[in-house]
């Protein structure tokens, strides 16, 4: 009794190791634009997220930009000092937004 068991428990997890299969996820590379303190954003905003992330907000304003920034320090305590918070928000503006026209 003990070996037709054993026998089946042996079959039953060769045939499942057969099927199962290791899932590869393919990875994405989402290329900063270089120059500008490129190394700077890529220093801080790489190490909670990809570049994806940022690059999927589309074309914004710079009010949107500083306020991200300051969500990112206030909100989930990313540990960047003023002066390169404003060297993060002159890049993602410079590559990847606009200066809002309208007065306030």
Same mark, same amino acid.
């Given at each position: 009794?003990?070996?037709?068991?054993?026998?089946?428990?042996?079959?039953?997890?060769?045939?499942?190791?057969?099927?199962?299969?290791?899932?590869?996820?393919?990875?994405?590379?989402?290329?900063?634009?270089? &120059?500008?303190? %490129?190394?700077?954003?890529?220093?801080?905003? @790489?190490?909670? $997220?990809?570049?994806?992330?940022?690059?999927? !907000?589309?074309?914004?304003?710079?009010?949107?930009?500083?306020?991200?920034?300051?969500?990112?320090?206030?909100?989930?305590?990313?540990?960047? &000092?003023?002066? %390169?918070?404003?060297?993060?928000?002159?890049? @993602?503006?410079? $590559?990847?937004?606009?200066?809002?026209?309208? !007065?306030?």
């Amino acid at each position: 009794m003990k070996k037709i068991l054993l026998l089946t428990l042996f079959l039953v997890v060769t045939a499942f190791s057969q099927v199962v299969k290791p899932i590869e996820m393919p990875y994405v590379d989402y290329p900063m634009v270089k &120059g500008d303190h %490129d190394e700077v954003a890529q220093q801080y905003c @790489l190490i909670c $997220h990809s570049w994806g992330y940022v690059l999927n !907000q589309g074309k914004k304003s710079r009010p949107y930009w500083s306020g991200t920034v300051a969500k990112m320090v206030n909100e989930f305590k990313a540990p960047i &000092g003023k002066e %390169d918070q404003q060297i993060i928000i002159n890049y @993602l503006v410079k $590559h990847y937004g606009y200066e809002s026209t309208a !007065q306030h």
